[in-house]
């Protein structure tokens, strides 16, 4: 509960000083407006989405930080790089980070930023179960579900002149007002579809690593038999779809899960990275 709030209060906070005007409204330049719009949403490209992502992030970060520990950042990053490694965009700058907070959470940035909590890292039991995690998360990424929200929201928000600029200016207002939209998304959570895409493919990506494909399931069915109340699951709960509708839209894949169910678990090797004490 406390990330949601912090998260909230951020994003707040920085719409509060983020001030900007409108383009006054005569036709030639609302014509304009329309078609910088259409044009700011198509040419978004892997560079501008790579820069939003960091910047987003950098805010995100401000309200947890990341693990103090150096072998268990490493570890998490290898697992992450390896499944990013499987997909069809395995050049992204992919980066993997362990959130300091007890809360159980993991979300996706665009451009290859993923973080996981150590909440959530703590109720785990193998690798595979990380790699179901990571690779839903992966997904979000591949198939810039995030992007796209903020794309959206934004042009509701931000006057097409104000997206170019604020895709251009990375200093200026708009520039902040489109992050400050982007962070806040991180309390809303996306749509359902986006949710349960990501839980699909990112099973597939998982198996794809080598890994038991029941990873995502079986860290499903934990959430599940947790406790709605527990407060460190309010933002989770808040974001994504309950855990029993996202297994039984997994349920419908059972074939594909069952046909690499023996894969890799990796207990042995998880647990003793996730119980490491700090190293440098
Ligand atoms: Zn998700």
Known sequence: MRAALFLV?????????SQFRLPSLDVNRLVDTVKNVGKAVKDIDEPEEISIGRDVASRLLGAAPLVPNAGLQRYVNHVGRWLAAQTERPDLPWQFGVLDSPNVNAFAVPGGTIFITKGLLDRMRNEAELAGVLGHEIVHVLRKHHLKAIQKGAQSALAGDAMSAALKDRAGPARDKLISFGTEMYSRGLDKSDELEAD?????????????????????????????????????????????????????????????????????????????????
């Open 200 to 280: 699909r493919m990112g099973v597939v990506i998982a198996a794809r690593g080598g890994y038991d494909a029941y990873g995502l399931p079986s860290v499903l069915q934990t959430l599940q038999a947790m406790s709605a109340q527990d407060s460190s699951l309010a933002l989770m709960f808040k974001t994504h779809p309950a855990p029993g509708d996202r297994l039984l839209e997994l349920d419908k894949f059972q074939e594909t899960l069952d046909a690499h169910a023996s894969q890799a678990q990796l207990a042995d090797r998880f647990l003793r990275q996730i119980k490491t004490p700090a190293t440098r």
């Open 9 to 17: 209060g951020m994003a707040l906070a920085a719409s509060a000083h």
